[in-house]
């Protein structure tokens, strides 16, 4: 009973620092923070509890970014990290993504040494699960947005020509597009009109969007615009080309998609196939499969074997996938 009950605050724990992490700032809760903001400068005593206010917010600001500096030396690249994070589109910093691995690490190490399995061999399992777990739920969010973002962009080129085709200057078109257009994309392109307005070149605000989201898509886009600033033409004409061809692409990938999904299945199958039939039979006789884990003959084939695995799935999943 003690062991279901610390498993089941482990499972809890984990669920609430991956919410913690993963999810972005609260609409709601940063309008009431508006509201008290002006409450408190104009009410009555508004200045000194503006000041306290300040003063608290400061200092939970040190906080976060002792974390994040703690994260920063912990973590290798950050750099490259902070860019993965900032792609996924969430409030997530270095040291929310800390908090969140060792976590997990704490959490399957704990649950694996309850099972019987010696500390060391524990502790290094619930390493690996704690640094690919976070890297693999960054990257599903990562290729989310982008998808987002790819299969929205063709209709905001498309609005930025008809604004061309009125008269309307290409900044303008960019504005026009932040307002109308929801989305990853909005908000990107209103991350370019605010840069301009703040004195950035257009080409300058442009290329380090392109660098953060890291699309083809995007970086066609720039080039078009760069081409076309120096060379000159009909931008309306080329930025319409441009959209029937992202549009192509996506229906190529789409088409490439349905004929390698039958390949897909059978991977997805065969891989998760063994783990399926581990548990299995562990939840039926459970004394048979416990050797998996106290047993170190047992444990050197059960890595072994999740090893080969991994290069069988590895060279599965290279066969199926196509780059257009």
Known sequence: MIYIIIVAVGVLGVLLLANQAMSGPNPRRSLKRRVELIKERHGEGGVLAANAQAQIRKLMAARASRVDSWASTLIPKPALMRQRL???GKNITLGKYMMASLGIVAFIAALLMIQGMPFFLAFFVGLFAGAAIPHFVVGFLIKRRVNQ??????????LMVRGLRSGLPITETLGIVAGEIGGPVGIEFRSVS???KIGRTMEAAL??????LGTAEFQFFVITLAIQRETGGNL???LSNL???LRKRGQMKL????????SKASAYIVGSLPFIVFTMVYMVNQHYMSGFFTDQRLMVAGLGGLCWMSIGVFIMAKMVSFEI
């Open 194 to 196: 605010d840069k301009m």
């Open 149 to 158: 973002f790819n299969s929205n962009f063709p209709d905001a080129i498309e």
């Open 86 to 88: 900032d792609r996924t």
């Open 243 to 245: 959209a029937d061809v």
């Open 255 to 262: 088409k490439i998609k349905a004929m390698s999904s039958e």
């Open 207 to 212: 290329q380090e969007t392109s660098d953060r």
């Open 236 to 238: 309306a004409e080329t």
